[in-house]
Every structure is written in structure tokens, then in C-alpha cells.
């Protein structure tokens, strides 16, 4: 009698394997974006916190607000879009946005000058 060690898997175990695989991969995928996107969300808000304190910092020294970010000591996150849309010496407006959190924006003013978004409370981070 001839006996046959058996060495390796069967094409069904192995096939069995990629669909467990595929399957677990389908369950955790989504839920890692949506982990990312709450991550890109809360970078945008703590990037307007941190630009208002640069604006008040720069506006103790200067006694005005200003569109430049590169006069001020403020270091956006990786990826985040900071656009200082008007500067006066009473007020100022500003939006943020990622490019893997779109159609996310964040604004926000402080001072005599328009919203950015329409119902926008002044000194609190809106987002839409």
C-alpha cells in the first residue's frame, strides 16, 4: 500500500480563506474611512481655533487683522486649506477645507464683517 503525505492546502480551503478575508476586509473598510473622516473634521475645526488665536496675537501687535497666513505664527495640519477671506481692523472671516473631507467646510468671523456661511454665530466654528 503506497501512502501520500499530504503537503499543502486544497484550491476550495484556499478559496474559503480569501472569501473569509474579502469579507472581514468589506466590515472594516468603511468603518476606518469614517474614522478618517471624523479625524479630517476635527483638524479643520482645531485649525480655526488655533488661526483666531493667531489673528488676535497678530492683531495685539499690529492693531489689525490681516489675509496674509504667512505674516502670522500659525501652522495649518497636513492637507488643510486656509483661506482668510476679508481682514479689516474690526473683524475678520475665514474658511477651511481638506481634500479627503469634501464637501466639509469650516468657517468662521469674528468682528463687523459677513459670514461665511448664511446664520453663522460670530466666534464659533461653523460647519457645513
Known amino acids: 500500500m503506497v501512502r501520500h503525505l499530504r503537503r499543502g492546502f486544497t484550491l476550495i480551503e484556499l478559496l474559503i480563506v480569501v472569501v473569509i478575508i474579502g469579507i472581514l476586509a468589506a466590515i472594516a473598510i468603511p468603518k476606518f474611512q469614517n474614522t478618517k473622516g471624523k479625524a479630517n473634521a476635527a483638524a479643520l475645526k482645531s485649525d480655526l481655533r488655533n488661526l483666531a488665536s493667531a489673528q488676535e496675537a497678530y ?3 499690529k492693531s489689525w487683522y490681516t489675509t496674509d ?3 502670522l505664527k500659525f501652522d495649518p495640519s497636513p492637507g488643510v ?3 482668510i477671506i ?3 481692523q474690526g473683524g475678520w472671516s475665514a474658511k477651511v477645507t481638506h481634500p479627503q473631507s469634501y464637501p466639509l467646510t469650516c468657517a468662521y468671523h469674528t468682528g463687523p464683517v459677513p459670514a461665511v456661511f ?4 460670530e466666534g464659533i466654528v ?3
Do not use: H, M
Open 59 to 61: 492683531f495685539y501687535d
Open 69 to 71: 497666513p504667512t505674516l
Open 81 to 83: 486649506i486656509v483661506t
Open 86 to 88: 476679508t481682514a479689516t
Open 118 to 121: 448664511s446664520g453663522g454665530i
Open 126 to 128: 461653523d460647519c457645513q
